[in-house]
């Protein structure tokens, strides 16, 4: 996502150490952003990939136990499914 800068009115502080405020001017740099750019699109990227990530586990936890569930109480079969069943058993068992 692109940040526009007359759409920014939130504010955030930190305190950085002289190494981190260093290695972060020297990335970007390298990327050709400002410090506060950069720092602003990399914890939005953090940020975005946090929330995926916990979706994606909320989603197999949630599937996990609606597959569970569906095992440990199955539904009665229909009566479609006992027809069929009685005609491939009739299949497979004759010589």
């Given at each position: 996502?692109?940040?526009?800068?007359?759409?920014?009115?939130?504010?955030?502080?930190?305190?950085?150490?002289?190494?981190?405020?260093?290695?972060?001017?020297?990335?970007?740099?390298?990327?050709?952003?400002?410090?506060?750019?950069?720092?602003?699109?990399?914890?939005?990227?953090?940020?975005?990939?946090t929330l995926?990530?916990?979706?994606?586990?909320?989603?197999?936890?949630?599937?996990?136990?609606?597959?569970?569930?569906?095992?440990?109480?199955?539904?009665?079969?229909?009566?479609?499914?006992?027809?069929?069943?009685?005609?491939?058993?009739?299949?497979?068992?004759?010589?």
């Amino acid at each position: 996502m692109h940040f526009q800068a007359n759409l920014r009115t939130e504010r955030v502080a930190a305190r950085l150490t002289p190494e981190q405020k260093r290695l972060l001017q020297r990335a970007a740099e390298l990327t050709g952003r400002s410090l506060t750019d950069f720092i602003l699109s990399s914890a939005q990227e953090k940020a975005e990939e946090t929330l995926r990530t916990h979706r994606v586990i909320e989603l197999s936890i949630r599937d996990a136990e609606v597959m569970m569930s569906a095992l440990l109480n199955p539904p009665e079969p229909s009566q479609r499914l006992k027809a069929a069943a009685r005609q491939y058993k009739e299949l497979v068992t004759r010589d």
